[in-house]
């Protein structure tokens, strides 16, 4: 079982400007967990579902398939 421990995390602010296109994320927002992307209309991260802003995201990790 995979827990967020174990998912390689990197701080919001090393992102690179490449991952702002619009693919989906696994972000760390407030406590928890979030699937999301940016969307540049807005200039800032959504749930690409609820296409609610997500206001505290941290860090970040991409979203790799299994191998």
Same mark, same amino acid.
């Given at each position: 079982m995979i827990t967020a421990k174990h998912i390689p995390w990197e701080s919001i602010g090393a992102? @690179? @400007?490449?991952?702002? !296109?619009g693919r989906r994320l696994l972000l760390w927002e407030s406590d928890q967990p979030s699937i999301g992307r940016w969307d540049s209309g807005r200039d800032g991260w959504e749930d690409p579902e609820s296409l609610r802003l997500l206001e505290e995201v941290s860090y970040w990790a !991409?979203?790799? @398939? @299994?191998a």
């Open positions: 992102l @690179p @400007p490449n991952r702002k !296109d !991409d979203i790799t @398939p @299994p």
